[in-house]
T-cell receptor
């Protein structure tokens, strides 16, 4: 089984829908991350959880709501998204949440908002 | 100003050629880490290497090599005898103490058969 698994791989949703992205890591790591990857932009860190506590929220709009029920699972709840939110959403994990940590990524969820 | 600059947006080379991907970073910290990640078409970023700021030794891993030069704030990545499987987007990244990791915009590498 791969280290970091994301579902679904692809998601198309309308602006009024509510959906959730799921991430699961099988590496025994203590930190998990959500990144947004838009075309021609650097990867943007959205949220960081360390030991299930949110330690960073980079001014992400409230229409994105993360949830980390345990150190192995991370969710991103989506509601009333905008077309500009269409992007590849990547989950990552690391052993600790400190600087210099190696990140292990999932394959991402390609989100299209219509 | 960008903290991590990958000036090459896209590169195409013919298989078996050598190719170097450039990365220039900016930091005032004396302690930091630099990374390279590979993103194949499948989507996941794959960790390739991490260097800390106190270790300027160049590293070689098979066909991959990295040249870290603090004097020019560069951390360049060379693929020797490139193969089609090397086709991917490559990201350079910087991690400073007390701050989130910062990625460059990436270089898309095409290896032509």
């Amino acid at each position: 089984e791969t280290g970091v698994t994301q579902t679904p791989r692809h998601l198309v949703m309308g602006m009024t829908n509510k959906k959730s992205l799921k991430c699961e890591q099988h590496l025994g790591h203590n930190a998990m991350y959500w990144y947004k990857q838009s075309a021609k932009k650097p990867l943007e860190l959205m949220f960081v959880y360390s030991l299930e506590e949110r330690v960073e929220n980079n001014s992400v709009p409230s229409r994105f709501s993360p949830e980390c029920p345990n150190s192995s699972h991370l969710f991103l709840h989506l509601h009333t998204l905008q077309p500009e939110d269409s992007a590849l959403y990547l989950c990552a994990s690391s052993q600790g949440g400190g600087f210099g940590e190696k990140l292990f990524f999932g394959s991402g969820t390609q989100l299209s908002v219509l | 100003a960008q903290k991590v600059t990958q000036a090459q947006t896209e590169i195409s080379v013919v298989e078996k050629e050598d190719v170097t991907l450039d990365c220039v970073y900016e930091t005032r910290d004396t302690t930091y880490y630099l990374f390279w990640y590979k993103q194949p078409p499948s989507g996941e970023l794959v960790f390739l290497i991490r260097r800390n700021s106190f270790d300027e030794q160049n590293e070689i891993s098979g066909r991959y090599s990295w040249n870290f030069q603090k004097s020019t704030s560069s951390f360049n990545f060379t693929i020797t005898a490139s193969q089609v499987v090397d086709s991917a987007v490559y990201f350079c990244a910087l991690s400073e103490a007390g701050d989130k990791i910062i990625f460059g915009k990436g270089t898309r590498l095409h290896i032509l058969p």
